[in-house]
């Protein structure tokens, strides 16, 4: 299948997007603002203008929903102010929240960017509200029930494993058990991981990790960097390591294979890069069927996203214009 033809399928396609659905607020502040508090003495950073993005999962589903697929999400959030936000920039991208969680019992997680107004850059520390706690087991057990009742309206669910602490994140041991259960009742249905911290604790899905990623799974799961034998390991019936501008190794039952992209000079911003990647990739694969030709789209969605700041996305007439 061409490009065209594949953006065709895609309009039929349902997918899920489970895991880490965060909020991305992006604060320009004025530093000739920055006078010290006259409480504390603390220079402030004066934030005069604020956009907010759907983040982590959200930024997958914003990709998927560009792409002209059918998008949901399925999460938590926190019954909050940023909760509100979130919510409404889903809605407004054509994102259905509907399986999205909201609790008392966390905060919605979010990423504060200080972007210089004089430069256009990003020159402060991040502010993170993050999850450190173990997820409340009803609300654990509740998001399981969605997925397991919910997953055979959708043709892919890709799982968006974002959170970097040891607990706190919605892709707990149970959500895996039950993404393995699916996997292997419904074998017509694309699941799709990608997980920074723990490629090597799913099974029998198909697990995206980048080189670092995988490397680093690699060797906490068998002591060595061996992508065919950890494949095996996590009995992964797809293992796709991307790496970068050079390409991706895709390892399935046939072996090791290389697929080499045509590498982008001078990127304006990589921040998002492997999440357009999945979701161009994981729609590709459930129209083609073939994992060569799905990690090419991949890079192609990605390739377009790069040159544009931000979790830029890539829209079908600009899939159709790139040349790779």
């Known amino acids: 299948m061409n490009a065209t033809a594949i953006l065709d399928a895609i309009r039929r396609i349902r997918v899920l997007v489970a895991g880490d659905v965060c909020l991305d607020r992006w604060c320009t502040y004025d530093p000739e603002l920055a006078e010290p508090s006259r409480e504390t003495t603390i220079p402030r950073t004066a934030v005069v203008s604020t956009q907010v993005t759907p983040g982590a999962a959200g930024t997958v589903a914003n990709n998927l929903a560009a792409l002209g697929a059918q998008v949901s999400v399925l999460g938590a959030i926190g019954e909050d102010g940023f909760g509100f936000e979130l919510q409404h920039a889903l809605a407004t991208r054509g994102i259905s929240s509907d ?9 919605t997680f979010t990423y504060t960017k200080l972007l210089n107004a004089a430069t256009g850059g990003e020159d402060l520390p991040r502010v993170d509200f993050v999850n450190t706690r173990p997820l409340p087991p009803d609300l654990d057990s ?38 393995a259960r699916i996997a292997a009742e419904q074998n017509d249905i ?17 697990v995206k990790p980048n080189q670092q990623e995988a490397d680093a799974a690699c060797l906490r799961a068998l002591g060595r960097i061996d992508y065919p034998a950890f494949r095996a390991r996590i009995a992964a019936p797809l293992l796709v390591v991307t790496c970068g501008g050079d390409g991706a190794v895709v390892v399935d039952a046939g072996g090791e294979r290389w697929v ?34 799905a990690v090419r789209f991949g890079n192609r969605v990605a390739s377009i996203t790069i040159m544009k700041k931000g979790t830029g996305t890539a829209s079908p007439q600009e899939v159709l214009a790139r040349e790779i």
Do not use: Y
Request: glycine residues 8%; proline residues 4%; charged residues 20%.
């Open 99 to 107: 399986l999205l969680v909201s609790t008392a019992d966390l905060a």
């Open 142 to 179: 509740r998001l399981n029930a969605l997925l397991r009742e919910a997953a055979t309206a959708f043709d892919v669910i890709i799982v968006s494993d974002q959170a970097e602490t040891s607990q706190g994140g919605v892709v707990t041991p149970a959500m895996r058990e039950t993404l």
């Open 260 to 293: 080499a992209t045509k590498k982008v000079e001078h990127p304006v911003d990589i921040c998002g890069a492997g999440d357009s990647f999945s979701a161009g990739a994981a729609l590709a694969l459930k129209a083609t069927g073939d994992p060569v030709a």
């Open 190 to 206: 694309v699941i799709w991981v990608d997980s920074r911290m723990r490629p090597e604790h799913f099974r029998g899905l198909i």
